[in-house]
C-alpha cells in the first residue's frame, strides 16, 4: 500500500537545510517515521525504469526494504539464483535475483563504515568479513553511510 506521507526532507551531508515536501512511500516507511521519531529513516527516490520512466516512489535503502519494493512495485520475483536484469536508469547488468537489491544499494551509493578503524566497505558482507578477520575490529560495529541521494525524514506536526 502506498502512502503519501508530508514530511520533511534534509539533504544528508548537506547544510542542514530542510525542505518540506509531499512524498511516495510504503506504509512501513511512514510507520517507522511516525512511530519511532528517534530512529533516522533514510529515503533514496527509485529510479527502476518501468515502460520507460522511472518510478520515483522514495523507498529505504536497506537490502529489506529494497527488496520488498521490487516485489510489491516491479514484479521482480523469482528463486534465489535466477537471472534479472537490472533496470535501474542506466543500467542493464544481469544479476542473480538474490543479488539485485544488493546491487542497487550500490546505484545509492550506499556505504558501511567499520567503528573501529572507520575503513569503507561498498557492502555489508564485505565489512563482516572484514571484522572476521581483522582482530582489532572483531567487536567493530558496521555503521551504514547514507549515499549522496539520501534524504532524512523529519515528520510534520500536522496530517496532510
Not at 4 to 20: K, P, Q
Not at 92 to 116: D, M, Q
Not at 130 to 146: D, F, G, L
Request: aromatic share 10%; charged share 25%; glycine share 8%.
Amino acid at each position: 500500500m502506498r502512502m503519501f506521507l508530508n514530511c520533511e526532507l534534509a539533504d544528508i551531508g548537506g547544510l542542514g537545510n530542510y525542505s518540506w515536501y509531499i512524498i511516495n512511500v510504503d506504509w512501513r516507511t511512514w510507520y517507522k517515521a511516525e512511530r519511532h521519531p528517534d530512529t533516522q529513516v533514510i529515503v533514496y527516490q527509485c529510479k527502476w525504469d518501468t515502460h520507460g520512466s522511472t518510478c520515483a516512489q522514495w523507498i529505504e535503502g536497506t537490502i529489506r526494504e529494497i527488496r520488498i519494493h521490487l516485489r510489491k512495485e516491479h514484479g521482480i520475483q523469482g528463486q534465489v539464483k535466477d537471472g534479472i536484469q537490472c533496470k535501474w536508469s542506466g543500467c542493464a547488468e544481469e544479476y542473480k535475483y538474490g543479488s539485485i537489491p544488493r546491487h542497487v544499494t550500490t546505484h545509492l551509493k550506499v556505504t558501511f563504515r567499520c567503528s573501529n578503524c572507520d575503513t569503507q566497505f561498498p557492502r555489508d558482507d564485505r565489512i563482516r568479513n572484514h571484522c572476521r578477520i581483522v582482530e582489532e575490529c572483531a567487536n567493530a560495529e558496521s555503521v551504514t553511510v547514507a549515499g549522496p541521494g539520501g534524504r532524512l525524514i523529519r515528520m510534520s506536526s500536522y496530517g496532510v
